[in-house]
């Protein structure tokens, strides 16, 4: 009798330390999915700023006859011209795009590329990259402001021959376990 009691309190232990371990598989599991997406999102963040801080103050051409100005940004996406990767080792002087489409699901981080100067009988198409899929939302503002003057952060830029000191890029993405967020700032040369 005694021995089957000792047998039904072993299978009890044994029972409880395997869902226990079941559950903290499952808990690993969720920390190593939210460990992946924050190294994504750092990752395209990193890219995204290293490619902002690279603009250049030449005018957007693609933009036809509008006044000509070298950065135009909304807190949604951001357009500049800047030398580029546009290949596997090919870098060449574009006009970039950043934006999230929203329509598609998931989310589409994407960036849109013009040739800066085409060929005179080449038309101002844009070639379109898809960056990152699953990103829930992305951010920019603008850092304005001249030397000796206060700066203040922006939700827009449109200034014509200046571009803002400095570019902040958010990304945020959803996990099960809640918000995940990446943050950049691309300083700009003055």
Do not use: C
């Not at 559950?23 to 490619?51: C, I, K, N, S």
């Not at 920019?140 to 803002?164: H, I, M, N, T």
């Amino acid at each position: 009798m005694i021995e089957m009691l000792v047998v039904l309190v072993l299978t009890a232990l044994m029972s409880a330390m395997m869902l226990g371990t079941i559950r903290q598989m499952q808990h690993w599991r969720h920390v190593e999915q939210r460990a992946l997406r924050q190294a994504e999102l750092d990752t395209l963040a990193d890219f995204m700023a290293a490619e902002i801080g690279g603009a250049l103050n030449l005018p957007l051409l693609h933009r036809g006859g509008e006044d000509p100005v070298s950065l135009v940004g909304s807190s949604d996406r951001v357009t500049f011209v800047a030398v580029l990767r546009t290949g596997f080792d090919i870098r060449r002087l574009v006009e970039a795009q950043y934006s999230l489409n929203g329509s598609a699901t998931p989310p589409i981080v994407s960036r849109l590329v013009w040739q800066h100067r085409p060929p005179v009988n080449d038309s101002m198409s844009a070639q379109a990259e898809e960056l990152y899929r699953g990103a829930e939302t992305i951010r920019f503002r603008y850092l304005a402001g001249k030397e000796g003057e206060p700066r203040v952060w922006q939700d827009s830029w449109r200034a014509s021959g200046q571009l803002p000191v400095a570019v902040q890029v958010e990304l945020q993405s959803r996990v099960e376990s809640g918000l995940i967020l990446a943050r950049r700032v691309a300083i700009l040369a003055q």
